[in-house]
């Protein structure tokens, strides 16, 4: 251990020594060792002469740089995922240290766990996707890989090139050149090397004392995966200007097939003038979906204006949506309302499940008649809005329940669209929860090098009652203890999460010693519905959905367990 290039573990610190200590494993017995340092080596503060044992936690110190050895599971060391905290256009190498002789083994595995399968996924996803979808996507494809070949492989330069006859077209560049100048007229890497499949040309440049010939099929192989896209979307993309000009899936983009499913049937809504309503738990992504009907549309250049019906009383609620005119009340000043400023483009109203019955009358007569009449008016204004809407709530309970009005369902739901929850897209979690935890990061100036194998799997067990929304702020609280260059691991997690047992989560009462199996059996029963229900706020839709029974039978159970919702 010391400052030393050459040093098995680098402590690049001005107290530390070249040469400053020697620490040995043997099994799980360690013992630290100093090497004449001129700034000492300290086990729990004392001075250390000779070798001694250590033991996890204890304080050590190498001159003023002060360490301690931590007992960790192996899979805590494990990336599972890896983040870029700088961003495309200008990537950090992944693989640690100095231009090597030759092409790393580990180069070449980190590659094949790792990068390739993140390419090989967002290619099954392009096909997955309709045809007029296939552009933006192609697109993303050719992103994703030349960035898993630039985090791979110790490339100083990289370009993925688009040739159209004549024509180029940049879809991916990378560069370290910005980042480590070299001298003027110094040979900082070799000549550009070219790989082309089809209309695709691949290029890169490497450190001269690098052989490179290891690389060429691996660059070989990913040119060809990304040529399939992009020689496909062309062909299959319709030629309605509409369709070309489609947006891309938010990001990061989903991978969970029944998502992608979803977006489809989004992006076909969009083309229409249909209302739309979209069900999901809390969290689950629903105003981002509303947004992408928006921009997926013909309304796409008019406004889109928000507004959560949950956030305010009734009577600040109507004079947010319907506006209000000058004099009604002393100092009030006229202004426009939701419906108003929307004219012509789209009004996505969040939570319409928890408007009151006047408040929804209200909403049915501008929908009707399709002009507002602000509060304290007597002429009405246009207002032609394209209505998404969304609810938490079950619907269709609410309007059993007189709580909903049959009529304006009838107008706010031509398409009904349900996201699932994040417990259902197992695939995306990855995805997200380095999304987010690479923005909090850089927002925090942290640079952590990404997410344990150990840390993942805590949050895949996880049952997230919060959604997407909940692992967000998780990812943003976890960024704050990250340090730069280490793993977010179990121990950053809450202790809920990193114990994989959601907050909710409350353990089975025992199972009485007496009574018959069936009377034994239904107590058991009884408390796992009764758990779930309150799970989920009493919605039998998302309980059934968790307990993969469908809702007649659900029903039918609680009836006869003679269980009240």
């Known amino acids: 251990m010391g400052s030393s290039a050459e040093a098995d573990l680098l402590l690049d610190h001005p107290t530390v020594s070249r040469r400053h200590a020697k620490l040995v494993t043997q099994g799980d017995r360690v013992s630290v060792e100093d090497l004449g340092s001129s700034n000492g080596t300290y086990i729990a503060g004392l001075r250390l002469h000779g070798a001694e044992p250590v033991d996890a936690d204890t304080p050590l110190q190498f001159g003023s740089l002060a ?4 007992r960790v599971a192996p899979e805590e060391t494990e990336t599972a995922v890896r983040l870029d905290i700088a961003g495309p256009g200008h990537l950090e190498q992944a693989v640690a240290g100095a231009p090597q002789e030759t092409l790393s083994v580990g180069s070449v595995r980190e590659f094949v766990t790792h990068a390739l399968p993140e390419v090989v996924t967002s290619l099954e996803g392009y096909f997955k996707v309709a045809a007029e979808r296939r552009a933006s996507a192609a697109g993303q494809v050719a992103h994703t890989a030349g960035r898993a070949l630039f985090l791979s492989f110790p490339c100083r330069q990289l370009e993925i090139l688009r040739l159209d006859g004549p024509e180029t077209a940049l879809l991916f560049e990378a560069s370290l050149e910005d980042a480590n100048p070299e001298p003027p007229g110094a040979d900082s890497a070799t000549e550009w090397s070219e790989i082309q499949s089809g209309s695709l040309v691949v290029r890169a440049r490497f450190s001269p004392e690098l052989h490179t010939q290891g690389v060429e099929p691996m660059f070989e192989l990913v040119g060809r995966l ?76 008019h406004p889109w204006i928000a507004i959560n019906c949950a956030a305010l009383p009734e009577d600040l609620l109507e004079a947010e949506l319907f506006g209000i005119e000058k004099g009604v009340a002393t100092g009030v000043d006229a202004r426009a309302g939701k419906f108003e400023q929307a004219d012509g483009g789209t009004l996505f109203l969040d939570e319409i499940g928890d408007m009151s019955r006047p408040t929804q009358a209200k909403i049915l007569r501008v929908l009707q008649e399709g002009q507002v009449y602000r509060l304290g008016a007597r002429t009405a204004r246009p207002a032609q809005a394209r209505i998404i809407a969304a609810t938490n709530q079950d619907i269709n309970r609410r309007i059993a329940d007189g709580a909903f009005r049959l009529d304006l369902f009838h107008r706010i739901a031509d398409c009904r669209l349900t996201l699932p929850p994040l417990r259902r897209r197992p695939a995306d979690l990855p995805s997200l929860a380095a999304h987010f935890l690479s923005r909090a990061a850089t927002e925090a100036h942290r640079r952590p090098q990404g997410i344990s194998r150990a840390a993942l799997d805590a949050l895949a067990a996880y049952s997230w009652p919060g959604n997407i929304r909940q692992l967000e702020r ?18 950053h997690l809450q202790a809920e999460i990193a114990g994989s047992r959601g907050p909710t989560a409350t353990p089975l009462e025992p199972v009485p010693n007496t009574g018959t199996l069936k009377a034994r059996l239904e107590q058991v029963e ?22 993969g029974i469908g809702r007649t039978t659900l029903y039918r159970r609680l009836g006869e367990l003679a269980i009240d919702i």
């Open 67 to 70: 360490c301690v050895l931590e």
């Open 226 to 301: 990304a040529a399939l896209a992009l020689g496909h979307s062309e062909a299959d993309l319709p030629s309605s200007p509409e369709n070309a000009t489609a947006p891309p899936l938010p990001q990061p983009a989903t991978l969970d097939p029944d998502m992608l499913g979803l977006f489809d049937e989004a992006a076909r809504i969009a083309r229409g003038d249909v209302s739309v309503l979209i069900q999901g738990e809390t969290g689950t992504g629903k105003e981002v979906l509303a947004k992408y009907i928006h921009d997926a549309s013909p309304r796409r250049e």
């Open 474 to 491: 998780e990812m943003t609280r976890a960024a704050l203890f990250v340090e730069d260059g280490q793993l977010l691991q179990t121990r």
């Open 526 to 547: 009884r408390r796992i519905l009764t758990d779930v229900l309150e799970s989920h706020d009493g919605n039998v839709r998302a309980a059934a959905g968790e307990l």
